[in-house]
């Protein structure tokens, strides 16, 4: 009786499951995660003739977001970057830009605009604090490689990185400008 009892509480919870799960699967794109925008938003990205470094506006912080891009015999890859659900912008291949928010605790979101082989989406997330004048560094690592049997290995890493770091790779890497096409 008892096992029926169970059997019977499993198949209703099943049962009221199954419309949401139906619904996500028949959109035909994965759940975007809160902290990041429109996952079929799509960014332009370009050389920037702007500044490299900048400051924080005065009771904001600043956050760089640094794309490397580590490839074997892929295309580059475009990442776009947002903050508690909205994109701050995108990067294309080793690069990176910056940006500012206010104090507070945020969640930040990096994705691929397109995977590589079936067009998945690679998503990397991290929460921080962001206090007023702080400077914050991220650095993605997206690696993709392909080996001789045509098997792709596609991994993005979303991570904070010391100001040291960070000074370092935004002095060596392309500053970037980027709009969200329409």
């Known amino acids: 009786m008892r096992t029926k009892i169970v059997s019977l509480f499993f198949f209703c919870t099943v049962l009221v499951a199954l419309p949401a799960w139906a619904q996500n699967l028949s959109s035909g794109e994965p759940p975007s995660p809160p902290a990041c925008g429109?996952?079929?938003?799509?960014?332009?990205?370009?050389?920037?003739?702007?500044?490299q470094t900048?400051?924080?506006?005065?009771?904001?912080?600043l956050v760089y977001f640094i794309e490397?891009?580590?490839?074997?015999q892929l295309t580059t890859h475009t990442s776009r970057v947002g903050i508690d659900g909205k994109w701050m912008g995108a990067t294309h291949g080793s690069s990176y830009f910056s940006f500012s928010v206010?104090?507070?605790v945020h969640h930040l979101c990096a994705t691929t605009q397109t995977g590589m082989a079936t067009d998945d989406v690679l998503t990397a997330l991290a929460h921080f604090t962001a206090e007023p004048g702080g400077v914050y560094y991220f650095e993605m690592k997206n690696v993709s490689m392909k080996d001789a049997s045509t098997i792709y290995t596609n991994d993005a890493t979303l991570f904070p990185v010391d100001s040291d770091e960070g000074k370092y790779l935004t002095s060596s890497l392309t500053l970037v400008d980027s709009r969200q096409k329409q």
């Open 102 to 104: 206010d104090p507070g």
């Open 38 to 51: 429109d996952l079929t938003a799509k960014f332009e990205v370009r050389p920037s003739k702007g500044p």
């Open 68 to 72: 490397e891009d580590l490839n074997t």
């Open 54 to 61: 900048a400051e924080p506006k005065p009771g904001t912080a």
